[in-house]
């Protein structure tokens, strides 16, 4: 298995209050996700990042904030926690493009977040 | 831009009968694809891959897809289920137009469901 590992694995937290969940690395791959998934809408890609300190929005990005400090490690910040992004958050990573392919991404096991 | 359409949300089938699972996609630039399995309560696992090699890929535990890009489709079948394919299948599409910005981006699911 990709090491990656997601903390924590569970939280609960209340409406309002900043949340920051946690991604890290073993494999030393360039690229770094953070999705949503909820019933009904598959996985949604929230940002990610291509580098130390290059990140970018991804199609659900609003009320989330990224930091990546060290390439082994990908933050993913609710500023104000609602109850709107109670969910199942995903850390994925990838080594991108490799001359003509892309490649998979490896997952991290979730974090189940409930927003009160 | 780039999509995938899953044209089944939930697809049944008995023991030992065949399996179909429909995915078409969208992009402007040449893909990657992917399914991957999600069983509940866990992560997602990778189950095969097209990179533009072969148009027929074989993946893990009996499944295989046919990259068509007439029809721009990568169905994903298998020839007799097993009680142990119930699970959420999930296409993917990767592509890459240059620049940093490598993203995968998930169709909404196809719960298969195997009766005995």
């Known amino acids: 298995d990709a090491g990656i590992t997601q903390s924590p694995r569970h939280k609960v937290t209340e409406t309002g209050t900043p949340v920051t969940l946690r991604c890290h690395q073993t494999e030393n791959h360039r690229y770094m996700y953070w999705y949503r998934q909820d019933p009904g809408h598959g996985l949604r890609l929230i940002h990610y990042s291509y580098g130390v300190k290059d990140t970018d929005k991804g199609e659900v990005s609003d009320g989330y904030s990224v930091s990546r400090s060290k390439t082994e490690d990908f933050l993913l910040t609710l500023e104000s926690a609602t109850s709107s992004q109670t969910s199942v958050y995903f850390c994925a990573i990838s080594r991108g493009f490799r001359g003509r392919s892309g490649t998979e991404a490896f997952f991290g096991q979730g974090t189940r977040l409930t927003v009160v | 831009a780039q999509s995938v359409t899953q044209l089944d949300s939930h697809v049944s089938v008995s023991e030992g009968t065949p399996v179909l699972l429909r995915c078409n996609y969208s992009?402007?630039?040449?893909?990657?694809l992917f399914w991957y399995v999600q069983h509940p309560n866990k992560g997602l696992q990778l189950l095969l891959k097209?990179?533009?090699?072969?148009?027929l890929v074989k993946g893990i535990n009996g499944f295989e897809a046919e990259f068509k890009k007439s029809e721009t489709s990568f169905h994903l079948t298998k020839p007799s289920a097993h009680m142990s394919d119930a699970a959420e299948y999930f296409c993917v599409v990767s592509s890459h137009s240059g620049g940093s910005n490598y993203k995968l981006t998930f169709g909404k699911g196809t719960l298969l469901t195997v009766n005995p």
């Open positions: 992009s402007s630039y040449s893909p990657s």
């Open positions: 097209y990179t533009s090699a072969a148009t």
